[in-house]
């Protein structure tokens, strides 16, 4: 965990106002793991005041992508950066995917943005396992495939692949989920957490999301992130610290 | 040797310099460590400790305000006890003043934890929370009653040989009055200020965008409020103070010491920047270099009016 000037590379837009920011920092790229998370100063103002949090997106030799939408202040600002601006980076952070382990398919569940740190992920799980990928948006337009293997897409409108959320469509593959022993890794909306969390508890799925909550600090001092817990119910985790990914029995979204 | 000397004093308490770690901010001491060599701050304070742990409020907790932020954390912490048995022995690692914040729902309780924390040696002094304003009982119930801090003051007094700090709200008409009676009671500092209480909504949903409601104000918005509210103390009663509020870089300490503080305590800045203290440090010898102060401790209070 560190607070470090580094150098943007080059802001790429994608489709449908996706941005990667790619940032060179050999220290951040050489120690951080997929699910974890970086808090960004976008200024040097005091507007926006706080840093922002993102998941790592990908890291290539020295260098690492983070993936952004423009939503507000903060991620105009990221988007404006240029080859050679310094940004202020503190991380990593967090404790990430456990994606070593007892399975032979990895089921990746992305919904909207919840993408962001899927391609690390992938590129990091051993070459032997099969990946899978389960995405959705509300509508084509907010479907990010970027770097995804083997895509089954959902739209609640239709207008691209199901038409439905993403569980529904995890429902319809049912049969070829079982006929694996699959460990189900997922990001997106809180809605689609909550309904992947109970199809996993019926099917008996392994699963980890990553979770998403406001932050100010991002390393467990200023309490701004209380995730319920499932095993403890008179103490709160924190996202930033206990998670941001967790075993979806263990909390309550 | 230094040629400038940062050392304050504040009542009986001595600091190797002004900047103390704000109470919420900066946890236990533990996480913050990976940032700053924390013996060379002037001391710490803890996250408000109550009788037993705390759970704290539900989310949303957090929402950032142009300049500032609002929290309504509820004073989420281990508990006295568990302070005593997991917290105390990293921080007694290290040679630094550390400071016991106490919140409590009820006069007895302040009394309760600080007999028990006052046996510990590595605990300084002791900082009396009766400004949070995000939680239903204690907290600004007590912050806004002139009788209550004062008998708070002075209970908490008499179970303890140690300095009580008193850290007031700034959501008071007249918070000279306060300080007026925590001197009377025999407090030994002011720490100045809590949070001011605020709210945002979101304008889609019309819901407010922290589930409490309403929140705690922090950050560079306050900056001025806070100077103002030191400033007041410091004409008005003989007692030393520690600035708080909206600190973002060493020209505002400069300015909290102009306007009263002996010393004063940076909260939210350290979530953006852990690791400025340190920075800031070499600024302050420069500034007193600069301007020929030999002590920086002259400055309190040298307001030109
Ligand atoms: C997230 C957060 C938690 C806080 N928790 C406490 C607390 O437990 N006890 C307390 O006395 N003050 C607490 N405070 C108030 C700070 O100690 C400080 O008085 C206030 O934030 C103003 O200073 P700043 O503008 O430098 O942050 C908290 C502030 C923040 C932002
Ligand atoms: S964001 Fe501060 S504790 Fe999690």
Known sequence: MLVIEALVDKVIELDNQIFLLKIHCPEIANSIKPGQFLNVRVSENIYPLLRRPFSICNVEGDYFYLMFNVFGEGTKILASKKYGDSIDILGPLGNGFNYIGDYDTAVIVAGGLGAAPFPYLIKKIEKGKNIISFIGGKTYREVITHEMKNISIATDDGSLGFKGNVVELLNEHLELLKKNKIKIFACGPNSMLRALKEFCLINNFECEVSTESAMACGFGICQGCPIESTKNQDKYLLVCKDGPVFNVRDIII | ?305
Do not use: H
């Open chain 2, 1 to 305: 040797m230094n040629i400038v000397d940062l050392s304050v004093q504040v009542g009986p308490l001595n600091f190797r310099n002004p900047i103390l770690l704000a109470s919420g901010t900066v946890g236990y001491g533990n996480e913050m460590s990976e940032f700053l060599d924390l013996n060379k701050i002037g001391g710490i304070v803890t996250k408000s400790l109550s009788l037993k742990p705390r759970k704290g409020n539900p989310p949303q907790r957090i929402v950032e305000t142009p300049s500032g932020m609002l929290n309504a954390i509820g004073l989420a912490n281990v508990g006295v006890e568990v302070f005593l048995k997991e917290k105390i022995p990293f921080l007694k690692k290290y040679d630094v003043p550390l400071i016991c914040n106490i919140a409590a729902s009820t006069i007895e309780e302040y009394v309760e934890c600080t007999k028990i924390l006052t046996e510990e040696e590595a605990i300084s002094a002791f900082e009396i929370n009766v400004s949070c304003p995000n939680v239903k009982e204690g907290g600004l119930q007590f912050g806004n009653d002139i009788s209550a801090v004062g008998k708070i003051t002075e209970k908490v007094k008499s179970v303890t040989r140690k300095p009580v700090i008193v850290k007031l709200s700034p959501n008071v008409s007249y918070i000279s009055e306060f300080a007026k009676i925590v001197k009377q009671e025999g407090g030994d500092a002011i720490s100045a200020i809590n949070t001011l209480v605020g709210t945002a909504f979101d304008i889609n949903t019309r819901k407010p965008k922290i589930k409490n409601v309403t929140g705690g104000l922090s950050g560079p918005a306050i900056k001025p409020v806070a100077l103002a509210k030191v400033l007041e103390i410091k004409q008005k009663v003989d007692i030393p103070i520690i600035g708080i509020g909206g600190i973002m870089n060493w020209k505002d300490i400069i300015e909290f010491m102009i306007a009263g503080s002996s010393a004063i305590q940076i909260g939210t800045l350290n979530f953006i920047n852990p690791a400025a203290p340190i920075e800031m440090l070499q600024s302050l010898e420069s500034y007193c270099m600069k301007n020929k102060i030999e002590k920086i401790s002259q400055l309190t209070g040298s307001y030109q009016i």
